[in-house]
C-alpha cells in the first residue's frame, strides 16, 4: 500500500496532504519605494562602469552628494570601495570638511588620493574671480588625470542642481584635455551605456544624476550617512552647497536637522546653489568651466 498517491502532496515530515487543502504558495518581488529605486539604479551604475572601464576613481569633494556616493560605492561592492577616492584640494576648504575627510576616509578604509590644485596664476585671467578660483580645481583634475592615466572619473553631480548640469549624460566622454563638448552627447535610452572613452581621453560617469536634493538628503537620514555640521543651521544661517571656503557662502534658514531641511526644500524658492558666488558671475562663467573640464 502506497502512502502517497497521485493527488496527495508530501508536507516534508513524511505526512500527506491532499492536494485540495494544499496551500498554494507565491512569490511576488518585495516592494521597492522612491529610494530604493534611486539606490539600485546608481548601484547598477558603479558596478557598470567598474566592469567595463580599465582604470577609474571616485571623486570626492567632502560634500553630501560625494558622501552619499561613497556610501553607494560601498554598497555596490560589498563594504569596501575598490578603487581610489581622489580629492582634488584647493587648500580652501571649511577645517570641518578637512576633518571629516580625514577622519571617514580611514573609517571607510579609502584609497585616498589628495591632489593639490596650482595656484590662480595659472588660470584663465579673463575668468570672473569666482569663476577663476573655481577653475583651479579643473586645472588639479588634469593634472591628477595626467599623473594616475584614469578612463573613468566617478563625480556627483545631479541635474537639478544647474541647468548646465541637466544637459549631462550618466556616461559622459571627454576630450583629450578634459573638455565637454555639449553638441555631442551619446544617447542613453533604456539605461544602455556607451562606456567606450575616446582614444587617450575619459569619461566622467555620473551615478546620482537623477537624484534631486531632497532625495540625497532624505536617503541621508535614511541610511544615518555621517554629514558635516556646516550643513545644519546656526545663528539663522546654514550651507545648502559647499566648495572652497572664500566663495561659498550660507543662506538664511533655521533648519537644524534633517527632517527640518526636507520640510525646508519642500517651501523655498531659493537655488541650491545660491550661496556659491561662481553662480552670481557672468552668465557663461559656469558653461565656461564646465566645458573646460569643471565638475
Same mark, same amino acid.
Given at each position: ?12 515530515? =513524511? ?49 553630501? &552628494? ?35 575627510? &580625514? ?9 585616498? *588620493? ?9 588660470? &584663465? ?33 545631479? *541635474? ?14 571627454? =576630450? ?58 546656526? &545663528?539663522?544661517?546654514?550651507? *545648502? ?33 545660491? =550661496? ?20
Amino acid at each position: 500500500m502506497h502512502l502517497l498517491r497521485s493527488d496527495s502532496g508530501a508536507d516534508g515530515l =513524511g505526512f500527506t496532504v491532499p492536494v485540495s487543502t494544499q496551500i498554494p504558495v507565491t512569490q511576488t518581488a518585495p516592494s521597492m519605494d522612491h529610494l530604493d529605486q534611486l539606490e539600485a539604479q546608481s548601484i547598477y551604475i558603479f558596478r557598470e562602469a567598474f566592469a567595463r572601464l580599465k582604470k577609474i576613481a571616485l571623486l570626492w569633494s567632502l560634500g553630501k &552628494d560625494s558622501n552619499v556616493m561613497i556610501w553607494l560605492a560601498r554598497k555596490a561592492f560589498f563594504s569596501r570601495v575598490p578603487f581610489p577616492a581622489l580629492h582634488v584640494d584647493t587648500g580652501k576648504k571649511f577645517p570641518e570638511m578637512y576633518r571629516f575627510r &580625514d577622519h571617514y576616509g580611514k573609517e571607510w578604509e579609502l584609497d585616498l *588620493r589628495v591632489e593639490p590644485c596650482p595656484p590662480i596664476d595659472a588660470v &584663465d585671467p579673463t575668468l570672473p574671480p569666482a569663476a577663476r578660483s573655481a577653475a583651479r580645481k579643473t586645472e588639479g583634475l588634469k593634472m591628477a588625470l595626467a599623473k594616475y592615466g584614469f578612463d573613468g572619473l566617478i563625480a556627483g553631480i545631479r *541635474r537639478d542642481e544647474e541647468a548646465t548640469r541637466a544637459k549631462e549624460r550618466v556616461f559622459s566622454p571627454r =576630450g583629450l584635455e578634459g573638455n565637454w563638448d555639449v553638441r555631442d552627447q551619446p544617447p542613453e535610452f533604456w539605461d544602455h551605456f556607451n562606456a567606450s572613452p575616446p582614444q587617450g581621453a575619459h569619461l566622467r560617469i555620473h551615478p546620482i544624476l537623477h537624484w534631486t536634493e531632497a532625495d540625497i538628503w532624505a536617503y541621508t537620514k535614511r541610511e544615518n550617512i555621517p554629514i558635516i555640521p556646516l550643513y545644519l543651521a546656526k &545663528d539663522g544661517k546654514r550651507y *545648502r552647497s559647499l566648495g572652497d571656503q572664500d566663495i561659498t557662502n550660507p543662506v538664511a534658514s533655521t533648519a537644524s536637522n534633517i527632517d527640518e531641511i526636507l520640510i525646508e526644500l519642500e517651501q523655498t524658492k531659493v537655488p541650491e546653489r545660491a =550661496g556659491r558666488a561662481l553662480d552670481h558671475e557672468t552668465e557663461d562663467a559656469f558653461e565656461r568651466l564646465r566645458v573646460a573640464g569643471y565638475l
